[in-house]
């Protein structure tokens, strides 16, 4: 498999490590007691700051840490975590103002104003980061306005964090422990700076242009990019690029999208198939040949073994058959034997992506296809209704071969694949997810 349980368990131990970094610092060295409710609410504050920090780590795309979880573990524990330190920072001044009614007077702007409306202001933008993370779509926010106001939030965030630990001083009052937690702030905007903008700067250098553009069945239209003046890209099949159209990378009109092409055609040629939905895919069927792009990628770890002998069952609903295109084109290309099981849901047979492509694979391949539709028309003899266990339960293969089961599609459904695949006694780490919904 792509990742190792002991290696998972090791970066688990380092993170909550990490976390605990900056409260075990501060008690470090000779430190006068109190009560332990307000040594508890203290300790609330330093967590919950360490584990802001990390968020930083966790959503910087970087490939060592993307290597043991993947893309849709990454991003689902970056939002619970994300959770859980608002939790802890927001239960810092309570326990403490609950424990001694003194400390309301660090709200209070008549004792020092600057100070009272930076913790309010820092309140306030806890609050509104999580609501617009959680609630994204009631806001009507779009995921590029969001993410500008994720980031900046975070910043202020941590920012105003390691100010105040500085300014308050009864756990850092020496150089060196001042200099230890300047530097961790100072570290986590740097990780946004190398993010945000010295990869664009670097991706200057390496521009591409679309080729062709493809419409596809279901809205959905398919972008053929070539490379200008550079060797290109090579990538895994499954994996996925942050795709940027236009003249300039700098710009929040940056999405990540699974390339839907072969391996084989790369570095020279690559893939993306985009399904209108709103925002910035809608405007994926307007793109002409020979508009700019900008690619940073290859990531992800949604990739099938090596290995001819390992059979993948591949579970897609709607759009979330690119990787599985790309997977499949790839196998065709390179003459793999494997066996391979495609179950694709889909609303109606004109929303079927890649149908026809689909069709003349299983020649090329030792591939079995089983469509389902939620609403088929008259005389369909297929699979129809809602993918569930009993569905997965006749299609899914006997073993041996061993299976490695992909799922990539609508939160619903595949929710409820992961669900039954777990309970026809498929081992979690033989399943693999890849998720896009960012929030």
Known sequence: MKYSLIRAALWAVSFLILALAPMLLAYLGPVAPRTFWIEAGVALGFVGLGIMLLQFVLTGRYQRVATTFGLDSMLQFHRQMGIVAVGFILAHPI????SDPVYLEYLDPRVELPRAVALSAVTGALLLLLATSLWRLSF???YEWWRALHGLLAIFVVFVGTVHVLQVGYYVSGIGKQVVFAALGAGAVALVVNTRLLRPWRMRRRPWRVEEVH??????????????????MTFLPGQFAWLTLGETPFTLQQHPYSFSSSAQEAPNRVAFTIKEEGDFSAEARTVRPGTPAFLEGPYGYFVPETDPGMGCVMIAGGVGVTPFRSMLRTFADRGDPRELHLIFANVSPDQVIFFEELEELRSRLHLTVVHVLEDPPEGWKGESGLLDRELLERHLPETPPEFEYFICGPEPMMNIAESALRDLGIPQKRILSERFDMV
Do not use: I, N, Q, W
């Open 215 to 232: 419409e596809e069945r279901g809205d959905a239209s398919t972008l053929v990019l070539v490379p200008e003046g550079h060797a290109g």
């Open 140 to 142: 009507r926010l779009s």
């Open 95 to 98: 326990v403490l103002f609950l």
